[in-house]
T-cell receptor
């Protein structure tokens, strides 16, 4: 159990375009999902907390108009990187949390490259 | 300010021996701690956790120890296997509706055959 999928696994896009990344909890309902970003040889940086049916909570320094998060159902959250620039190139990882628990289960990540 | 620190960026251990990964934290309000394992270009995999009301939790080859007075936790892997080679992250959680986790910077474990 506790499987989280993420799609796509890799995406290359041109500067100025938008990219949508999907995160799904496959075998449990997650009222809370999280979006992280990881730079090479660095830790996971929490970008935002996504709650089903409500607005996401963004961490300090994360532009909410650039990183749009939608959590439309208990099993799906999406992250849209709008007007992507090369500095947005990174490894984006989502996670889903069991209601009432601390453990987060992570997706396999999405490697975004903006050219 | 890093609230969760892993001061050793890397650790090498011989196969069959014990691996000890360490983690320190500064926020005494953390009440739950977790260890994750991560391979390159993959998401982290949950390994083991411990509540602040306990000082030890064991699951197979993995044991996590918590010393609240020292604000220190450690992960013991015994016996270590080459497949354990990965980056290990410790994480700490605060109670509350979001239960966000704060991650350490990770320790690269290499188990030598």
């Amino acid at each position: 159990g506790a499987v989280v999928s993420q799609h796509p696994s890799r995406v290359i896009c041109k500067s100025g375009t938008s990219v949508k990344i999907e995160c799904r909890s496959l075998d449990f309902q997650a009222t809370t999902m999280f979006w992280y970003r990881q730079f090479p040889k660095q830790s996971l940086m929490l970008m935002a907390t996504s709650n089903e049916g409500s607005k996401a909570t963004y961490e300090q320094g994360v532009e909410k108009d650039k990183f749009l998060i939608n959590h439309a159902s208990l099993t799906l959250s999406t992250l849209t990187v709008t007007s992507a620039h090369p500095e947005d190139s990174s490894f984006y990882i989502c996670s889903a949390r069991f209601p009432g628990r601390y453990e987060q289960y992570f997706g396999p990540g999405t490697r975004l490259t903006v050219t | 300010d890093q609230q969760v620190k892993q001061n050793s960026p890397s650790l090498s251990v011989q196969e069959g021996r014990i691996s000890i990964l360490n983690c320190d934290y500064t926020n005494s309000m953390f009440d739950y701690f977790l260890w994750y394992k991560k391979y390159p270009a993959e998401g982290p995999t949950f390994l083991i956790s411990i509540s602040s009301i306990k000082d030890k939790n064991e699951d197979g080859r993995f044991t996590v120890f918590l010393n609240k007075s020292a604000k220190h936790l450690s992960l013991h892997i015994v016996p270590s296997q080459p497949g354990d080679s990965a980056v290990y992250f410790c994480a700490a959680g605060l109670s509350g509706s979001a239960r966000q986790l704060t991650f350490g910077s990770g320790t690269q474990l290499t188990v030598l055959p």
